[in-house]
């Protein structure tokens, strides 16, 4: 029986870590324990036999020593060696150091990483850093402000009636919610706008992979339109601020619209592009409106976020008038694109027959 508990003891002692059991710390207290253990269960000729009476009293000193000699030895430099743990400071120090200035210089705190993705110091043209992580220099552009605003696609067959009328609807409730706050309206409804452009990139890119086939382009041109509403969003979120009602509206209505354009889209392609088309007809009045009341001076004309000059490539001075004129030409450009892609499937082709409007954003 006490051949079998010292084994156990043994094979407890070996399963667990070295480190907690050091030599050092057991060498001045050893011989002291071993006599309170003797004090405690009596004559160790009746408890311990022979030689393994040595053993087991060392195996007990060590399990009683366990708790203090690991204390001492987390707190104290010893387990790795003071000139080992300094290297590792060194190196950590030097890796995140080199993560932070990789990050672009925007207070971000260094990662340590060994993958080997850490992205690269990107400039301006000018030389200046790059501030921004959401989007790079070369996803700028400038916006063509002399696209035509007032084209209208007048509906004629069932389905044009159907997402015209859907869309007039459901514009009523927005006008009684949000009246004339225009800056709050805007950023709003872009948590709306940037949805079907993502769903139909996804259920394309769905449809790419099981048919093995190309989308023309399609599925790029869709989700570039969900990340250009995306960054909207972005950009009046530095104008205006939603309250806590408003975030939780828009948990409701992003939940409804994401699931009725998702199955819209997966019966009627043609309905969901038209319906689209006519979201962006409205977006168009709404900005129109919007420019109006900056003219008047009923919203204060603020200098133009930071964002918004970098992302569209605007003069430094430009004001918030400057940012709801490229916004509206860009609700123009999505307009088009949307009209055109229903009209392909009206004419009873698919969209990978026809190549997308690529290159504008």
């Given at each position: 029986?006490?051949?079998?508990?010292?084994?156990?003891?043994?094979?407890v002692l070996c399963h667990m870590d070295p480190r907690y059991f050091s030599t050092t710390a057991l060498h001045g207290g050893a011989a002291s324990d071993v006599q309170a253990i003797r004090g405690v269960?009596?004559?160790?000729?009746?408890?311990?036999?022979?030689?393994?009476?040595?053993?087991?009293?060392?195996?007990?000193?060590?399990?009683m020593r366990l708790p203090a000699v690991g204390a001492a030895r987390k707190a104290s430099t010893l387990a790795l060696g003071d000139k080992q743990q300094e290297e590792e400071k060194k190196v950590q120090g030097g890796e995140t150091g080199g993560a932070a200035a990789a990050g672009g210089g925007n207070n971000n705190k260094g990662i340590v990483s060994y993958w080997g993705v850490e992205p690269a110091k990107i400039t301006k043209e000018d030389g200046s850093e790059w501030r921004w992580n959401c989007f790079k220099p070369w996803e700028t552009y400038k916006t063509d402000l002399s696209i035509d605003l007032k084209k209208h696609h007048a509906p004629v067959t069932?389905?044009?009636?159907?997402?015209?009328?859907?869309?007039?609807?459901?514009?009523?409730?927005?006008?009684?919610?949000?009246?004339?706050?225009?800056?709050?309206?805007?950023?709003?409804?872009?948590?709306?706008?940037?949805?079907?452009?993502?769903?139909?990139?996804?259920?394309?890119?769905?449809?790419?992979?099981?048919?093995?086939?190309?989308?023309?382009?399609?599925?790029?041109?869709?989700?570039?339109?969900?990340?250009n509403e995306r960054m909207h969003l972005m950009t009046f979120m530095e104008v205006s601020q939603p309250r806590w009602y408003e975030r939780a509206l828009v948990f409701t209505v992003q939940g409804v619209f994401f699931n009725a354009y998702f199955l819209t889209y997966l019966v009627s392609p043609k309905l969901a592009h038209r319906v689209v088309g006519y979201l962006e007809e409205e977006a168009i009045h709404s900005y129109t409106e919007f420019l109006k009341e900056l003219d008047k001076g009923t919203?204060?004309?603020?200098?133009?976020p930071a964002i918004a000059i970098d992302y569209w490539r605007m003069p430094p001075n430009s004001t918030l008038r400057d940012v709801v004129m490229v916004v509206r030409a860009d609700e123009a450009h999505h307009r088009d694109v949307n009209h055109f892609a229903s009209d392909i499937h009206y004419q009873g082709h698919e969209l990978k027959e026809s190549p997308a409007p690529l290159g504008y954003h």
């Amino acid at each position: 029986m006490i051949r079998s508990t010292t084994r156990v003891a043994r094979a407890v002692l070996c399963h667990m870590d070295p480190r907690y059991f050091s030599t050092t710390a057991l060498h001045g207290g050893a011989a002291s324990d071993v006599q309170a253990i003797r004090g405690v269960f009596g004559s160790t000729t009746t408890f311990f036999h022979g030689n393994l009476a040595q053993s087991s009293e060392k195996v007990l000193v060590g399990c009683m020593r366990l708790p203090a000699v690991g204390a001492a030895r987390k707190a104290s430099t010893l387990a790795l060696g003071d000139k080992q743990q300094e290297e590792e400071k060194k190196v950590q120090g030097g890796e995140t150091g080199g993560a932070a200035a990789a990050g672009g210089g925007n207070n971000n705190k260094g990662i340590v990483s060994y993958w080997g993705v850490e992205p690269a110091k990107i400039t301006k043209e000018d030389g200046s850093e790059w501030r921004w992580n959401c989007f790079k220099p070369w996803e700028t552009y400038k916006t063509d402000l002399s696209i035509d605003l007032k084209k209208h696609h007048a509906p004629v067959t069932f389905l044009d009636k159907v997402a015209y009328w859907t869309v007039k609807s459901l514009r009523f409730p927005t006008d009684i919610f949000f009246q004339r706050r225009y800056g709050c309206r805007a950023m709003m409804l872009e948590t709306v706008a940037a949805v079907p452009g993502m769903i139909g990139g996804m259920l394309l890119h769905c449809k790419s992979l099981r048919r093995f086939e190309h989308s023309g382009g399609w599925i790029k041109a869709l989700l570039e339109e969900a990340e250009n509403e995306r960054m909207h969003l972005m950009t009046f979120m530095e104008v205006s601020q939603p309250r806590w009602y408003e975030r939780a509206l828009v948990f409701t209505v992003q939940g409804v619209f994401f699931n009725a354009y998702f199955l819209t889209y997966l019966v009627s392609p043609k309905l969901a592009h038209r319906v689209v088309g006519y979201l962006e007809e409205e977006a168009i009045h709404s900005y129109t409106e919007f420019l109006k009341e900056l003219d008047k001076g009923t919203i204060e004309n603020v200098p133009a976020p930071a964002i918004a000059i970098d992302y569209w490539r605007m003069p430094p001075n430009s004001t918030l008038r400057d940012v709801v004129m490229v916004v509206r030409a860009d609700e123009a450009h999505h307009r088009d694109v949307n009209h055109f892609a229903s009209d392909i499937h009206y004419q009873g082709h698919e969209l990978k027959e026809s190549p997308a409007p690529l290159g504008y954003h």
